[in-house]
């Protein structure tokens, strides 16, 4: 059985669980396609949630991203945070000033 490729669908779970774990979806670009999941901008908390982001945070929502039925590959490129290394470490590289 050949399984179509749900863009819309992918879109949204993706969308789905960067909100669960409280990120701002104003400041993120999500580019679906056969071949990749783009997800790019900067990553801030939706307003009123004062805890920060932590590299384990990330780390954990990327991972559930890509865990996803029929998700293709997936690419990140964060404004103020870029990868630490091997092993999903994450550093911050801008103080969230908003």
Same mark, same amino acid.
């Given at each position: 059985?050949?399984?179509?490729?749900?863009?819309?669908?992918?879109?949204?779970?993706?969308?789905?669980?960067? +909100?669960?774990? !409280? &990120?701002d979806l104003g400041a993120l670009n999500v580019i679906v396609s056969k071949a990749s999941v783009r997800i790019q901008g900067a990553l801030y908390r939706q307003p009123g949630i004062q805890s920060e982001f932590t590299p384990e945070i990330i780390d954990a929502m990327l991972r559930e991203i890509? +865990?996803?039925? !029929? &998700?293709?590959?997936?690419?990140?490129?964060?404004?103020?945070?870029?990868?630490?290394?091997?092993?999903?470490?994450?550093?911050?590289?801008?103080?969230?000033?908003?």
């Open positions: 059985m050949i399984l179509e490729f749900d863009k819309a669908g992918l879109y949204r779970k993706i969308r789905g669980i960067l +909100a669960k774990h !409280g &990120a890509k +865990a996803v039925p !029929g &998700a293709p590959r997936l690419e990140v490129q964060f404004d103020n945070w870029a990868p630490a290394g091997t092993g999903g470490a994450w550093k911050r590289t801008k103080p969230d000033l908003r």
